[in-house]
């Protein structure tokens, strides 16, 4: 049984066991890397990885949640999701920009209908889901403001 060093700096709370931090530094990272991707590739949401991402280095890693949250792109929408499930009216328009992309792309490439109507199916709920979130923590219903 591993015993706490008292010179050692306090452990949060929130973070998991020493022996398996690696495992959610690696979710942290990967989810990071998909979301830095996915800026570049239309279809793909980055807001969600980087919420994934700072969500694991929550319990991997506290320098890099730190990083996460002081960033200037990613900061932001960390901040808004966790003060009450936000999400900024710019957000909302690039992520419809792109899924209407995206979709005009399927229509002139995909052979296949039931492929581009399972797409637009699941655009338009992620869609809704999304225009159905604040835009403002001001806006926020209480109980999802901590």
């Known amino acids: 049984m591993e015993h706490p060093d008292p010179g050692a700096a306090p452990v949060p709370a929130s973070l998991a066991p020493r022996r398996t931090r690696w495992l959610w530094l690696l979710l942290a990272y990967a989810s990071l890397g998909l979301g830095i991707v996915a800026i570049f590739i239309p279809g793909i949401p980055t807001t969600e990885f980087v919420l994934l991402s700072a969500w694991a280095a929550g319990k991997g890693s506290p320098r ?6 002081r960033h200037r792109l990613f900061g932001p929408m960390i901040h808004n999701w966790r003060h009450g499930r936000v999400v ?3 957000a ?3 992520a419809s920009l792109m899924m209407s992309l995206c979709l005009v792309i399927m229509l002139f490439t995909v052979k296949r209908h039931w492929v581009i109507v399972l797409a637009t199916l699941g655009m338009a ?5 999304m225009w159905s979130r604040p835009e403002r923590t001001e ?4 109980g999802e403001r901590s």
């Open 125 to 129: 709920l992620g869609a809704a889901w």
């Open 92 to 94: 909302k328009i690039s």
């Open 64 to 69: 890099l949640q730190r990083w996460l949250e």
């Open 88 to 90: 900024a009216r710019r």
């Open 139 to 142: 806006d926020a219903e209480p």
